[in-house]
């Protein structure tokens, strides 16, 4: 279950940023060439509200996640996407730069999750369980 959520965070950031066309040019055009472009109305609604919503989902899963395999880079990958696109949400908005982070953080985003898909997550086990 904890692998479904963590791809429906991805998944909604990029369709949140899709719903933006004048933060995210980029991404909103892609979405406006899968038929996406009604989302536009509601682009206030999308980036103060989803965008961050569906990052903090991705954020607590991919943090839980730790508990489950204990595999330090998968989790610092998984974590890391949310963190960045948060952090260029709220307190580095105001930079020119920020729009490149937030692109980053939603690439990466996707590329773990697609990684995910590919070559899931194995529990490790540590000294104790090894008896």
Known sequence: MMRVFDKVGSLGAVVS?????????????????????????????????LL????????????????????WLRSVLGVLGPVLL???????F??????????SALGLMVVVSLVDLVYPANKRCDDACAV
């Open 17 to 49: 940023a899709m719903g933006c066309a004048m933060c995210f040019p980029a991404i909103a055009s892609l979405g406006g060439a899968l038929g996406m472009g009604f989302l536009s109305q509601w682009e206030g609604m999308f980036v103060n509200t």
């Open 52 to 71: 961050p919503l569906f990052a903090w989902v991705a954020l607590v899963i991919n943090a839980l996640g730790w508990f489950s395999h204990k595999q």
């Open 86 to 92: 948060l952090l260029s949400l709220y307190p580095w």
């Open 94 to 103: 105001q930079y020119g730069w920020s729009s490149y982070v937030t692109y």
